[in-house]
């Protein structure tokens, strides 16, 4: 069986789903990285991209109270915060001390009393303090839940966002595109066809989105590739998806914290994996605040040509545990690429 998969990759031919079953059952790793990189250097060569960026979480306060979620408070819990505009403006004014600094990152809580006009002054402010920052904010569960605290469209909702500075979205609160493990551990978010439908109309819009996978949880290996799937047939018919990014659930401080993290088998199978489903992607991010900063240097020969970037401050994953450093400097980054091998080359903030 592996064997005839190698032949429909040399021979550029698409996998299906019986395909990315079997590889998520097999255990040569080694032929499944070496088939991933080889895809890797046919459509994107040695380059591997980052970004000189800052993340900017506005609030933890959060409606969603997902299982699988260190980050959400409630509003009077201990830890609970939420940004004013001053406050967000002073966090990215910090990250700018860096000349190189090309990028912001918004995403956030649900928070329970915020408008969506509160989300787009947060927006605004940003985009016209730092007009040369390319803005990636908000995921679609976020763009979801606009759409139904305002009773607008989510077509409404981007275009207010992109007429405030908004460039690109991020690809989170993908999770697992299946009703079932979304009603088991997000029953408050946004449905799998939600999710998709705010890419879709993103890309109509002319809003590059990322996507991404949450996976080592409750989801089954088939619902991994049916969530590729669905990625690969969206980007079929849109083309707008820049990115995937593959994260290893993280259980610490969760109501899931009895699940075994992820192993590095299971993190290099599974982006090597989406390499090869996802044909049409023309990058794979390795996320090295997620996988750390060893396995991501591996990742970049199991299909990886994205190591995201300099961050300045992570607050999410690392409340779930993540042990890699909070930040890292443009240096470091340009150097973890180079032992690997690879030539680095800056985004710009758009990966």
């Given at each position: 069986?592996?064997?005839?998969?190698?032949?429909?990759?040399?021979?550029?031919?698409?996998?299906?789903?019986?395909?990315?079953?079997?590889?998520?059952?097999?255990?040569?790793?080694?032929?499944?990285?070496?088939?991933?990189?080889?895809?890797?250097?046919?459509?994107?060569?040695?380059?591997?991209?980052?970004?000189?960026?800052?993340?900017?979480?506005?609030?933890?306060?959060?409606?969603?109270?997902?299982?699988?979620?260190?980050?959400?408070?409630?509003?009077?819990?201990?830890?609970?915060?939420?940004?004013?505009?001053?406050?967000?403006?002073?966090?990215?004014?910090?990250?700018?001390?860096?000349?190189?600094?090309?990028?912001?990152?918004?995403?956030?809580?649900?928070?329970?009393?915020?408008?969506?006009?509160?989300?787009?002054?947060?927006?605004?402010?940003?985009?016209?303090?730092?007009?040369?920052?390319?803005?990636?904010?908000?995921?679609?569960?976020?763009?979801?839940?606009?759409?139904?605290?305002?009773g607008l469209s989510v077509e409404e909702i981007l275009r207010r966002l992109k007429a405030a500075g908004l460039q690109a979205i991020a690809g989170g609160g993908a999770e697992i595109l299946?009703?079932?493990?979304?009603?088991?551990?997000?029953?408050?978010?946004?449905?799998?066809?939600?999710?998709?439908?705010?890419?879709?109309?993103?890309?109509?819009?002319?809003?590059?989105?990322?996507?991404?996978?949450?996976?080592?949880?409750?989801?089954?290996?088939?619902?991994?590739?049916?969530?590729?799937?669905?990625?690969?047939?969206?980007?079929?018919?849109?083309?707008?998806?820049?990115?995937?990014?593959?994260?290893?659930?993280?259980?610490?401080?969760?109501?899931?914290?009895?699940?075994?993290?992820?192993?590095?088998?299971?993190?290099?199978?599974?982006?090597?994996?989406?390499?090869?489903?996802?044909?049409?992607?023309?990058?794979?991010?390795?996320?090295?605040?997620?996988?750390?900063?060893?396995?991501?240097?591996?990742?970049?020969?199991?299909?990886?040509?994205?190591?995201?970037?300099?961050?300045?401050?992570?607050?999410?994953?690392?409340?779930?545990?993540?042990?890699?450093?909070?930040?890292?400097?443009?240096?470091?980054?340009?150097?973890?690429?180079?032992?690997?091998?690879?030539?680095p080359r800056s985004t710009g903030g758009r990966s």
């Amino acid at each position: 069986m592996l064997e005839r998969i190698e032949r429909k990759i040399f021979g550029g031919e698409r996998l299906t789903r019986e395909d990315g079953e079997f590889l998520f059952a097999c255990n040569e790793l080694t032929r499944i990285g070496a088939l991933a990189d080889h895809v890797r250097k046919k459509i994107c060569g040695d380059e591997v991209l980052y970004n000189v960026n800052c993340h900017v979480n506005l609030t933890n306060i959060c409606a969603a109270r997902c299982k699988f979620c260190a980050f959400g408070r409630g509003g009077g819990d201990r830890g609970s915060y939420a940004m004013t505009i001053d406050e967000a403006l002073k966090l990215v004014g910090e990250a700018a001390g860096n000349p190189n600094l090309s990028g912001v990152h918004i995403v956030s809580g649900l928070h329970p009393t915020w408008t969506f006009e509160h989300y787009v002054e947060f927006v605004a402010a940003i985009h016209e303090k730092f007009p040369a920052l390319h803005v990636k904010g908000f995921t679609g569960v976020e763009i979801q839940h606009f759409a139904t605290i305002s009773g607008l469209s989510v077509e409404e909702i981007l275009r207010r966002l992109k007429a405030a500075g908004l460039q690109a979205i991020a690809g989170g609160g993908a999770e697992i595109l299946s009703d079932r493990v979304r009603n088991e551990l997000c029953p408050k978010k946004c449905t799998a066809d939600e999710w998709l439908n705010v890419a879709r109309t993103a890309h109509r819009l002319g809003i590059p989105t990322n996507a991404s996978m949450l996976y080592g949880h409750i989801e089954t290996h088939a619902e991994r590739v049916d969530h590729l799937l669905k990625l690969r047939d969206l980007q079929d018919e849109t083309g707008g998806f820049r990115t995937f990014i593959c994260f290893p659930f993280l259980p610490k401080n969760t109501a899931l914290e009895h699940i075994r993290q992820t192993s590095m088998w299971d993190d290099l199978k599974t982006l090597a994996i989406s390499r090869l489903m996802l044909d049409n992607f023309p990058n794979i991010k390795a996320y090295w605040v997620m996988l750390t900063v060893p396995v991501a240097q591996v990742a970049l020969s199991f299909g990886a040509n994205d190591i995201d970037g300099t961050i300045h401050r992570e607050n999410i994953l690392h409340e779930a545990g993540a042990t890699s450093p909070r930040s890292l400097t443009e240096d470091e980054i340009i150097r973890i690429i180079r032992e690997a091998g690879r030539i680095p080359r800056s985004t710009g903030g758009r990966s």
